[in-house]
């Protein structure tokens, strides 16, 4: 691990008071230049930090920059995903990223920020707006122990997991909307894109691609999104800091896959249905050519969504584009 996460981690837990040079020294085993050394070039970064001869360092503000060494920092607890990460300032898309360090045999848990993607994409082969700064553009590799058919599992583990962490982050009431849209006020403040490499009865890997709408104002969204998309800094009237909602959501996201690991993947379902306003609507579903119109009724246990269709049978859903119906 490098320097500057152990340096940046004794000053957020020295929580605004001053940690000394020599201090430093002795617990990371280097100079006091070396320290020095590292601190100019955070301060280079935008990281405020004060030195005083006496005092020691000081960190008085960071900034709003996805800097992997500070998102480590910041994670100190995590067992999976989060242990590994790495910032690009730009990139096609974080997904195609992860799925080459799959390919390389890289471990699980590995996860890859874009400050800007070139070819965001989202489901159904849509285009994902990414401009630089504006939110969070990430993904991240996983390995489970699972059958193909059960990997939408993983996208109501990211779910849940991403709807907490916004909703603690800012107070806001997100809702989900199956299998894969954050909305806020009714609007899409985030998704989630889930690409899997299987063989017939085993997942290799898969690829959770997540994008979140932070910072962008109403007018930065194309105008045929202003309608049904928004941004949590246009909900909450306020900016949003990144790098700590980025961390929220990596804390969260490994305690749900954690869950998922040890069996208790009911207890993500429940959570997942009670904030999902998809359960109990009528819904039209596309899938493919046909359309299936119902009411969507519960989350099966492997993920798919349960729609009792308008012939009474009970059908299994694990992809497609739901409209969810008017409420009358
Ligand atoms: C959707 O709602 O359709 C899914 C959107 C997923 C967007 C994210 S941004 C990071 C990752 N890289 C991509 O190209 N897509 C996902």
Avoid at 142 to 167: G, M, Y
Avoid at 256 to 282: M, P
Avoid at 297 to 316: F, I, K, M, T, W
């Amino acid at each position: 691990m490098s320097m500057d996460v152990d340096i940046l981690r004794a000053l957020r837990r020295a929580g605004g008071g001053s940690v000394s040079g020599a201090e430093l020294s002795q617990s990371l085993g280097v100079s006091r230049a070396a320290i020095w050394a590292r601190v100019q070039d955070l301060r280079a970064l935008g990281y405020d930090i004060e030195a005083s001869p006496h005092q020691g360092y000081r960190m008085l503000s960071t900034p709003d920059l996805l800097h992997a060494d500070d998102l480590l920092s910041r994670l100190e607890s995590i067992r999976v995903i989060g242990r590994d990460i790495r910032v690009f300032q730009e990139t096609t898309s974080t997904n195609d990223v992860i799925e080459k360090l799959a390919r390389d045999g890289v471990k699980e848990g590995v996860v890859v920020f874009a400050e800007a993607q070139t070819k965001g994409r989202g489901r159904l082969g849509r285009k994902w707006i990414s401009p630089p700064g504006k939110g969070l553009w990430f993904s991240l590799l996983l390995r489970p122990a699972l059958r193909p058919e059960e990997a939408t599992r993983l996208t109501i583990v990211a779910a849940t997991a991403l709807r907490r962490a916004i909703a603690n982050a800012t107070q806001l009431r997100p809702e989900i909307k199956w299998p894969n849209d954050i909305l806020i006020n009714g609007k899409k403040t985030a998704g989630i894109l889930t690409e899997m490499h299987a063989e017939p009865d085993q997942v290799k890997h898969l690829v959770i691609g997540i994008g979140v709408d932070v910072n962008l104002e109403a007018e930065e969204f194309p105008p045929e999104l202003r309608q049904i998309a928004t941004s949590l800094r246009a909900e909450t009237g306020e900016a949003v800091d990144r790098p700590e909602l980025a961390c929220r959501i990596l804390k969260e996201l490994d305690a749900e896959y954690e869950r998922l690991n040890a069996g208790r993947f009911s207890e993500v379902a429940d959570e997942w249905e009670e904030h999902c306003t998809t359960i109990g609507r009528q819904v039209s579903i596309r899938l493919g050519e046909r359309q299936l119109r119902g009411r969507a009724e519960a989350l099966g246990e492997d993920g798919a969504l349960l729609v009792r269709s308008e012939h009474g049978r009970l059908e299994p859903v694990i992809g497609g584009d739901v409209t969810l119906e008017k409420l009358t």
